[in-house]
Antibody
Framework: QVQLVQSGAEVKKPGASVRLSCKTS????????VHWVRQAPGQRLEWMAW????????QYSQKFKGRLTTTRDTSATTVYMDLTSLRSEDTAVYYC?????????????WGQGTLVTVSS | DIQMTQSPSSLSASVGDRVTITCRAS??????LNWYQQKPGEAPKVLIY???TLQSGVPSRFSGSGSGTDFTLTISSLQPEDFATYFC????????FGGGTKVEIK
């Protein structure tokens, strides 16, 4: 079955960087875009970036440009997200999610989420 | 970016009630609108995509309607497992989400 399994919780100091992973299984890795979405406490979900594992194309929200990079390891069927220059406002649960769709695009599978806490 | 406004932000209902949640887009998104359910500590789960198509495995008491800027999610007869937060998401352009509607037990 399709699964996206994310790495564990992280605690970082302001100014640090964090790398999250999203291990996928149960489907053709190169066939579907994987997105990163985050949810800060009490806030709505916020789209951050996507990567198409097959060709490596990426797109980033303007809000994170310059601080955010998403990459993939096709042999490991894993997608990564690197976020630099962390600040307290980056404290959130970060999700990876697979996007599918013919009529319209939607997320059919999500990772379990990774809590990132940024605190001095 | 397209702004998505959901209402109400929360509601109290009883088992068996009919529940309606609305989502309004700041511009025409045709039918590029999806609905998700999220329970505390869990990842979201898609219920409806393309405004009105029920995701495989989702109970038929969930339905969606609308096009353009105004959309509705309806739960025809609320069940105990439906107490959760629901949110909309548009995929017409840069993805954005509604603020969520928390459905609580009356």
């Amino acid at each position: 079955q399709v699964q996206l399994v994310q790495s564990g919780a992280e605690v970082k100091k302001p100014g640090a960087s964090v790398r999250l992973s999203c291990k996928t299984s149960g489907y053709t890795f190169s066939g579907y875009a994987v997105h990163w979405v985050r949810q800060a406490p009490g806030q709505r979900l916020e789209w951050m970036a996507w990567i198409h594992p097959g060709i490596g194309n990426t797109q980033y929200s303007q809000k994170f440009k310059g601080r955010l990079t998403t990459t993939r390891d096709t042999s490991a069927t894993t997608v990564y997200m690197d976020l630099t220059s962390l600040r307290s406002e980056d404290t959130a649960v970060y999700y990876c999610a697979r996007m599918v769709g013919a009529v319209t695009d939607y997320f059919d599978k999500w990772g379990q989420g990774t809590l990132v806490t940024v605190s001095s | 970016d397209i702004q998505m406004t959901q209402s109400p932000s929360s509601l109290s209902a009883s088992v068996g009630d009919r529940v309606t949640i609305t989502c309004r887009a700041s511009q025409n998104i045709r039918r590029d609108l999806n609905w998700y359910q999220q329970k505390p500590g869990e990842a979201p789960k898609v219920l409806i995509y393309a405004a009105s198509t029920l995701q495989s495995g989702v109970p038929s008491r969930f339905s969606g309607s609308g096009s353009g800027t105004d959309f509705t999610l309806t739960i025809s007869s609320l069940q105990p497992e439906d107490f959760a937060t629901y949110f909309c998401q548009q995929s017409h352009s840069t993805l954005t989400f509604g603020g969520g509607t928390k459905v609580e037990i009356k």
